[in-house]
């Protein structure tokens, strides 16, 4: 038999079970902290209690499992310092998403939305957002989400323009983060940290090695290294036990069909 | 008119937009900030075009009964449910167009990311072959990034992830360098194009 | 008097921006800040070499009868692509990806693919399927599909329902071009523009329906996954070259001429800077940054 032709149907097959399976096993795996992890970590950590931190939920419902515990690290991190925190959304499907989350981790540590916490929601065309707030972010974002005058909060009345933020953090599935580098970082000179997906890292590494963003924590496994950072081992410990096993299948699979194909060709 | 009025449009507005980002002096700031909401309040129109370019194409599948055009009814029922909701009792946290967009549309998006993970593994089955020397350091290379991006690369030996991180550090980072920097070229003199007249295929025709 | 209906509408808009931008910044210092931001003389020296570079290749290129550029295989089996189609009795489908807007050059140099596989379609009376995930993109395509069916004289065949939009959403867009595919089971697949995370869904189930893929992207890291499961992928730049090797428009061809001269300025300012900067001298990184 042939395995170099096997029925895409079949791979489909294998990928589920070794998808399924290892989440019945509860194994959390040692991770080492890689040095991208640790630079977001540090920039967050730098901040003064007060200062403001602007987190941007840069994605769309469909990588939500993925990106929840990246943005679920840093609004831990964030409110354990008690920074001041702007949350909004480039993405229209990021908007409740975002806002949600806010709302369910500011709980745990007991912030008062307006006082520690705003949500601006969503504004489309993200490259006008994004240079407009290098302008003015009421002008942008006049009204929060929940439909309330900026001007409602007067602890959010210092943060104007970039100028008076230390950090924006941009919690991103897809190519966002290029555009916080182009337009905020590269016009307004705004410090940018990147949380994003796995396979965005090697579009991002020739911004973060000319230091024109920060980090990243990419994946299950950055947030997992930021777990830890932060002293606990939480969901995305858990996932990464079946990342691996993935990551091992595919690997097999692929060594399984050149084998195949090497002793086809031979007979 | 109908081309020259846009290409003198955007001439200006190009003009003026490259110029703006060499001064900060308040009135020219003003202007580009004015700019900028006129792109927001346009786009918000354009999407206007789409729903009735979704309307028309699947309003006439229904009148045709072509093939499938029992979906066309649910595409256009979803689009009439989640406006009503979303008018009608707002789209705020606890509001019944958030609910379904929690419990139908995040799975739903979710479940289509997720096949991916599927796709990935059939197109490495067929793509990653030993069929000559570069074939064979892409393989080579794939299975190394791949162990080191988990723990379990680290578990194996700690070459591994330091070998992954070096690749993407080195090789990875200077390839794409190096195609950023010909894509950053080919921006520069398309809008360049576009700026002076020359490319016209956003406005339907040939440059 | 078209001239002058022109000039006089724009006037209009010009005028009205400084006015609408004057009224909100009556308290600001008008006086006190410069014109010209000097932290941004190196870009607005870059600016200017690119735009004189630009002028000087189109002008070369003119004084020049021919001007060759290197054979790209993806752009020669567009003919093989449509041919096939043909002959096959199946139509060809064309995306520009769900990462990109009108206002993205990969966008515009996609449109100008998409212009000239249309007057080939048009010519070979194959159909060609438009789906996108923008309106605006959805009226430029319309426009140029119709024109280029015109100019192959054939408007009767061309089929407006076959350029839709589908949805802003990311993955729906996936889903909805997947549909297509699976039920249309195009003889070609072309996708041409900024793709993202759909990319390898699209590609990987054009292959399940045995469709040939032409792939071109300027986003780097979707790169990979067209070069693993696509027959032919242009990579970054070459989606720009693609319309000015297809077409042998002179100004297009003039332009991928300037873009070779930038960038042999920017090796040589790379292999300056490597110099300096192995002598510790970095007085010149630190004017430009």
Redesign the interface.
């Known amino acids: 038999m042939d395995l ?1 032709r ?1 029925d ?1 149907r079949i ?2 097959l ?3 079970i070794v ?1 399924i399976v290892p989440m019945l096993f509860d194994v959390t ?4 902290i ?1 040095k991208d992890t640790e630079q977001i970590f540090d920039a967050i950590d730098s901040l003064k209690t007060g200062d403001y931190l602007m987190v941007s939920f840069d994605f ?6 993925e990106m929840r515990p990246l943005a679920s690290v840093i609004l831990n991190h964030s409110f354990e310092k008690d920074l001041k925190i702007i949350g909004l959304a480039l993405f ?2 990021g908007t ?2 975002g ?2 989350l806010l ?1 369910q981790i500011a709980r745990e540590y007991d912030k008062v939305y307006g006082v520690d916490y705003v949500y601006l929601g969503f ?3 993200y ?3 994004i ?2 707030m290098g ?2 972010i009421i ?1 942008v974002f006049p009204e929060d ?2 439909k309330q005058p900026l001007e409602k909060y007067p602890d959010f009345l210092e943060l104007e323009n970039y100028e008076n933020l230390p950090l924006l953090v941009s919690v991103a ?3 966002l983060p290029i555009h916080w580098a182009d337009y905020a970082n590269a ?1 307004y000179g705004q410090r940018v940290a990147v949380a994003c ?7 991002f ?2 911004y973060f ?1 000319s230091g024109q963003l920060i980090g990243p924590a990419a994946g299950v ?1 950055g947030a997992a290294e930021y777990e830890k950072l932060l002293g606990y081992e939480g969901a995305a410990h858990r996932r ?1 036990f079946t ?2 096993v ?6 097999i ?2 060594i399984v ?2 084998v195949s ?2 002793v086809w060709r031979k007979k | 008119m109908r081309t020259r009025f846009p290409i003198a449009i955007c001439f200006v507005f190009g003009i003026f937009t490259l110029l703006q980002y060499f001064s900060k002096h308040p009135t020219l700031t003003a202007m580009y900030a004015e700019i900028l909401d006129w792109m927001q309040i346009v786009f918000v129109f354009t999407l206007l075009v789409g729903v009735i370019s979704i309307f028309k194409i699947h309003s006439a599948k229904i009148s045709r009964q072509e093939r499938d055009w029992p979906y066309s009814i649910l595409t256009i029922l979803g689009i009439v449910v989640m406006a009503v909701l979303g008018f009608g009792y707002g789209t705020e946290y606890g509001s019944p167009f958030l609910w379904i967009f929690q419990n139908i549309q995040v799975p739903m998006q979710s479940t289509m990311f997720a096949l991916i993970a599927f796709f990935v593994a059939s197109a490495a089955y067929r793509g990653f072959r030993f069929r000559n020397k570069e074939a064979a350091v892409l393989l080579i290379t794939a299975i190394i990034v791949m162990l080191g991006r988990v723990p379990l690369g680290h578990q194996i030996s700690d070459l591994i992830p330091q070998t992954a991180q070096w690749i993407i550090d080195n090789p990875s980072t200077a390839a794409k360098r190096g195609i950023l920097i010909g894509i950053g070229l080919g921006s520069i003199t398309t809008a360049l194009r576009v700026i002076l007249g020359i490319e016209r295929s956003y406005l339907g025709g040939r440059s | 008097m078209k001239g002058f209906k022109v000039i006089s509408i724009l006037c209009l808009i010009v005028f009205f921006v400084p006015l609408m931008a004057y009224s909100q910044i009556e308290d600001a210092e008008l006086s006190d800040t410069p014109i010209f931001d000097i932290s941004r003389l190196p870009v607005f020296i870059a600016t200017l070499l690119a735009i004189i570079i630009f002028f000087m290749a189109t002008y070369l290129v003119k004084a020049r009868a021919e001007t060759k550029i290197r054979k790209v295989a993806g752009l020669n089996a567009v003919d093989e692509a449509i041919g096939r189609a043909t002959e096959m009795g199946r139509p060809v489908l064309f995306t520009p990806g769900w990462g990109g807007d009108i206002q993205r050059p990969t966008t515009i140099a996609a449109l100008n693919i998409l212009n000239l596989v249309a007057e080939k379609t048009a010519e070979y009376n194959c159909d060609l399927i438009f789906p996108t995930h923008d309106p605006v993109i959805m009226s430029a395509a319309e426009e140029t599909i119709q024109n280029a069916y015109i100019n192959a004289g054939h408007p009767d065949q061309f089929k407006p329902d076959n350029i839709y939009y589908t949805t802003s959403s990311q993955f729906g867009y996936a889903a909805a071009v997947d549909g297509a595919i699976t039920r249309v089971e195009p003889a070609t697949v072309m996708l041409l523009g900024t793709f993202e995370g759909e990319a390898l869904i699209l590609a990987e189930t054009a292959n399940s329906v045995g469709a040939m893929q032409i792939a071109g992207t300027d986003s780097t890291i979707q790169l990979a996954f067209f070069l693993v499961a696509c027959d032919y992928t242009l990579i970054g730049e070459e989606l720009f070259a693609a319309s000015g090797y297809l077409s042998g428009d002179e100004k297009i061809v003039s332009s991928i001429k300037a873009q070779d001269y930038m960038k042999i300025i920017i090796i040589a300012m790379l292999v300056a800077g490597g110099i300096l900067a192995t002598f510790n001298l970095d007085f010149l990184s630190e004017w430009i940054l």
């Open positions: 170099s096997l895409r791979i489909f294998i990928i589920a998808v795996p040692e991770v080492q890689t769309e419902a469909a990588s939500f499992p229209s499907e409740a998403i806002y949600t709302e504004r489309p065309q490259v006008s957002a240079l407009g302008e003015s002008k989400y929940l599935d897809g190519s016009r997906a796995a396979v965005m890292v090697t579009a590494k020739p090695e496994k990464l990342q691996s993935v990551h091992l299948a595919i690997i699979l692929v069909a050149n194909a090497y």
